[in-house]
């Protein structure tokens, strides 16, 4: 399952989160397996928070567990990871208007074996796909990389 909904939020709550993930502070890195080291910056938000109501709570079935925002600046080496052996992630794209495919920034989703899908990250856009699909973010070249990440599946 790959879904892709553009102009996800109204203007006044895309604003609100942008805002937001620009104030935020962060700490050091998410660490997607054991045996990686941590890249880019991470903050946390509480399910509670008003900017987690922007955003769906069940996937297919599968609540939201947990919900926070990713920040990569440019140069960034982010690794390829799984979510979880079942459920969902949403990923939420802040970033400007004008994107420019030479900019990277793009979710990289491997298909199977041999192929890879390259999802654009273009602003107010939400990405749903599956937790156990082996992914990763790419950094912007010359501008910060912000997601807001969703996970969903049964704890």
Do not use: W
């Not at 805002?19 to 050091?28: G, K, L, P, R």
């Not at 946390?44 to 990713?70: C, G, H, M, Q, S």
């Not at 796909?129 to 912000?146: E, G, M």
Request: charged share 20%; hydrophobic share 30%; glycine share 6%.
């Amino acid at each position: 399952m790959l879904d892709i909904k553009h102009n996800y939020l109204s203007a006044e709550q895309y604003k609100n989160v942008e805002n937001y993930c620009y104030s935020a502070s962060y700490v050091y890195g998410e660490r997607d397996n054991p045996y990686q080291m941590p890249t880019g910056l991470v903050h946390n938000l509480e399910l509670n928070n008003k900017l987690v109501d922007y955003f769906p709570k069940v996937v297919n079935t599968f609540p939201l567990f947990r919900a926070y925002i990713n920040f990569f600046s440019s140069g960034d080496k982010p690794n390829f990871h799984v979510d979880g052996e079942s459920g969902y992630t949403s990923l939420f794209y802040i970033n400007s208007e004008a994107y420019n495919s030479n900019e990277g920034g793009c979710t990289e989703i491997f298909d199977g074996k041999d192929t890879m899908t390259s999802v654009m990250p273009f602003r107010n856009t939400l990405l749903t796909f599956s937790a156990n699909k082996l992914h990763r973010a790419t950094p912007f070249r010359t501008q910060p990389r912000f997601t807001v990440a969703l996970k969903y599946q049964y704890v």
